[in-house]
């Protein structure tokens, strides 16, 4: 990743900002090579996507995958913990930085964004744009289809029901779904003992 120039300082203020510059564009790009380059991989080639890894993301630890092909606008301001799998289609729009904990589960076709454009029309014709930072804590098991919009936190141990539209912050150690997504019930002691609506955990998995 190139160093920091006062262009690419813009995307991480919050503020509004021109997204189509020519210099956004040409460091952008350098990235979008990376991750070009990870989804041509033949799939049994394990290591040559855990090395590719590093580069293309912020942070990235040990035993992370993302299923080919995910995309990301940028990759090297998203951060992933350790242990972090995605399926099918992940979509990233980092333009300012996405954070992933340890263990988080992602399924296919997640779209997390921090990325926004303002309500009227003049700006959005000059190519203005502001962004907000994605936090997902450890343990978080996002379902399929899931959308997470700008400055949105996702507590740690969190279950987000497929097809959900988080719009705003969802505190840990719960189950929470919808559209906008809403906490629906706390993760409990029964959730401990059972799993698929009431089957028992067999003891040796206990």
């Known amino acids: 990743m190139a160093d920091y120039t006062p262009e690419l ?3 991480h203020t919050g503020d509004l900002y021109q997204c189509n510059s020519p210099e956004l564009f040409r460091v952008q790009m350098e990235c979008r090579a990376l991750v ?7 799939p049994r080639d394990m290591e040559g996507h855990t090395a590719l890894l590093p580069r293309i993301f912020a942070e990235a630890g040990q035993g992370c995958f993302l299923e080919p092909p995910f995309f990301a606008n940028w990759g090297c301001f998203t951060h992933l913990g350790s242990n972090v ?4 289609n992940l979509t990233l729009t980092d333009d300012t930085h996405i954070y992933i904990g340890d263990h988080v589960m992602i399924g296919p076709n997640v779209t997390i964004t921090a990325a926004a454009h303002p309500i009227h029309p003049e700006l959005r014709r000059k190519g203005m744009q502001y962004n907000k930072p994605v936090t997902i804590g450890a343990n978080v098991w996002v379902g399929a289809g899931v959308t997470i919009l700008p400055g949105v936190t996702i507590g740690e141990n969190t279950v987000i029901g497929a097809g959900s539209v988080v719009t705003r912050d969802i505190p840990a150690n719960v189950v929470a779904f919808g559209s906008p ?4 019930r706390p993760i409990g002691e029964e959730d401990r003992r059972t799993f698929d609506h009431g089957r028992p955990i067999p003891p040796q998995l206990l």
């Open 181 to 184: 997504c809403r906490v629906v």
């Open 36 to 42: 070009h380059r990870y989804n041509q991989l033949d």
């Open 9 to 11: 300082n813009a995307l």
């Open 85 to 88: 799998y995605a399926n099918f």
